[in-house]
C-alpha cells in the first residue's frame, strides 16, 4: 500500500509552547463573550430563547400554555440538545457563553489538527485561525453552523489520518462524522464534503504509483458514507422545504468579505493587509510553503461557492456561509518555516497583534451595544409575566447594519425573562422543534418572515387584511404588548388610542397595548 512519508515542520515552536499559545489566544477571543453575556448577534437571543422553552417546558405554566416541543430529525438540533444540558447546572446565559466558547475551541483546535494531519507535525502557523474566529458570519449568530465548521474540521482531519490505513476504520469514522454533522447543520456536512473531495482529487493526482483504476474506485468510494445524509434528510420534516431555494449572484463578492470583515472595513482591509505583508516576505525568505491540497481545494470550494444557491431548504444565506469554514481550512494548509529566533519571535508578534486588534475591534463595539443591550433587559422588567408581545419594524430595513443585528431577535429574551409569548421566535416546521399551541400559533410568524412596519399594523388594528390573513391582524385584540424596533429618538407613538408607552431606548420602543373594549361593557 502507498504511503507517503510524513513532511514533518523543519523548524517549529515546541509543542509546550504552541499548547501555551493556544490558551493565551483562546483566553484573548473569551473576553468579548465572558464581558457580555448576551452578545449583540442577530439569531443569538432567539435560539437562546428557545433552550430555555427545552429545559424549563414543562415546568413552566405560562411556556407551556403558549408553546410546545416537536422532536424530530433535524439537521439543525446540536444547541437544543448540548446547551439545556448545560443549563442544569448553570443559567442560560452562562450556558450560551460556554457553548460559544466550545465552538471557538473546535474550530481553532479543528485547524491544528488539519494541519497537524496534512503535514506530519504540530505548527504554531495554524493558530492564525484565531483572529478569523469573529467575522460577519459569526455576527449573524449562526450558532449549530458554526459548531458544525469545528467538527468538518476534525472530520478532515480524521479521515486524512486514516486514509492509508484499513479502510473499515476510516469508513466508520467517517459514517460517524457525517451523521453528527447532519445534525449540526445540513450546510456543515457539505463543508466536510467539499474539503473531502478536494483531498481525494489531491491523492488523484498524486499517488500516481497506484493503477488508474484503483486510484478511480478509491475517490469514488470516498463519498459513499455522505449516502446517510439522503434517508436522514428524507425522514426529516426539513425533506418539505427542499422546493424553497433561490440563487442570487449578487452578494458572493460580500460573502469573500465576511471571511475578514466585522464591524469596520479599516480593520478589515489593515489586518489583510498585514497577513499579505507577513506571506509576501515569508515567500522571499522561502519561509512559507503550502500543501498541495490547497489548489483543489481553492477550485473545489470556489466552483461550489458560485454554483450554491442563496436560500436552500428555505435557509438564508446558504452560499456566503461556505467562504469562513474554507478558510480556516486554508490556514491548515499552510506551513511558515520558523528557522531562526527572529521569525519566531516576529510570528508571535504578527499573530498576538492580529488577535488583539480583532478582539479589541470587537470588544469596542459590544461595549457601545451594550447600552442598548442593557436598556433592553430593563424593559422587559415592565412586561407583565405570561404576556402575548408582538413585534414590529419603524424602519423597513432595520438590521442591515451590522451594528443593529442584536436588535432583530432581542425581544425574545421577554420568553426567558417573563415566560411571554413573542411573535419572531423561530416556530417554523422543518427547521426548529418549537412549536406554538392553538390558538397562538395563529398569532407568531411560522414562516420566518420579517416583522410588519407600524404601518402595516394600522391598516389590520379593526379588521384583516384584504391580501390574505397574517398574524397581526387585529392585533390589539390579542397582543399584551408591542416592541417597535428601528426608531428615531423621540418618536411619535403612532397610534395613541391604542398604544402606551411603557419604555423607550436607543432605537426601540415598548408599548402596552390597550385592548378595545367588549360589546358587553
Known sequence: MHRPPPVRPHHDLPRPVIALLFV??????????????????????????????????????????????????????????LIPLIDKVTSIYVAGEIYTLLCFALIAGGTLT???????????????????????????????????????????????????????????????FVVALFFCHLFAAGVY??????????????????????RIAIFVSGGLPFALILPLLMASPTWGLSGENYWEPKGKVDGVEFVVNVYYDVIAVALTAIVVLAAAWAIRHRLLKVH?????????????????????????????????????????TIQVELRHRLVRRGFGVVLLLLLAVRVGEVQLVWDQLSQWTVAFRESVEKIRPGSQVLVAYADPQGGADARDLGLVHAACLAMIEKSALVTTAFTVEGKQILR???????????????????????????????????????????????????????????????LQLVFEGERFQLYKVIRPASPAS
Open 193 to 214: 464534503g467539499v474539503g473531502l473531495l478536494a483531498y481525494e482529487i489531491d491523492r488523484l493526482t498524486r499517488d500516481r504509483a497506484i493503477p488508474l483504476p484503483r
Open 436 to 498: 406554538a399551541r392553538p390558538p397562538y400559533n395563529a398569532r407568531v410568524d411560522t414562516q420566518d418572515g420579517s416583522p410588519p412596519t407600524v404601518a402595516d399594523l394600522l391598516v389590520t388594528e379593526e379588521e384583516p387584511a384584504a391580501s390574505g390573513p397574517r398574524f397581526w391582524d387585529l392585533w390589539p385584540q390579542h397582543f399584551d404588548y408591542l416592541y417597535v424596533l428601528y426608531t428615531d429618538p423621540g418618536a411619535a407613538n403612532p397610534d395613541s388610542d391604542r
Open 292 to 332: 498541495s491540497l490547497l489548489l483543489p481545494l481553492v477550485l473545489v470550494s470556489g466552483a461550489v461557492y458560485l454554483a450554491m444557491p442563496r436560500v436552500i431548504f428555505a435557509t438564508y444565506m446558504a452560499d456566503q456561509r461556505l467562504p469562513v469554514a474554507i478558510a480556516f481550512m486554508v490556514v491548515a
Open 24 to 81: 493565551l489566544c483562546m483566553a484573548l477571543v473569551s473576553i468579548p463573550i465572558l464581558t457580555h453575556p448576551l452578545p449583540p448577534l442577530s439569531d443569538y437571543a432567539n435560539h437562546l430563547a428557545r433552550m430555555h422553552v427545552i429545559a424549563v417546558v414543562p415546568g413552566d405554566p405560562d411556556l407551556s400554555r403558549f408553546y410546545r416541543l416537536e422532536w424530530a430529525i433535524l439537521p439543525i438540533l446540536m444547541m437544543d440538545l
Open 114 to 176: 488539519l494541519h497537524r494531519a496534512l503535514f506530519g507535525g504540530w505548527s504554531a502557523v495554524p493558530l492564525l485561525a484565531f483572529p478569523l474566529l469573529y467575522n460577519a458570519v459569526f455576527l449573524v449568530g449562526v450558532m449549530n453552523y458554526y459548531f458544525g465548521i469545528g467538527l468538518a474540521l476534525f472530520a478532515l482531519s480524521f479521515w486524512i489520518l486514516l486514509r492509508d490505513r484499513p479502510w473499515p476504520a476510516r469508513f466508520a469514522v467517517s459514517c460517524a
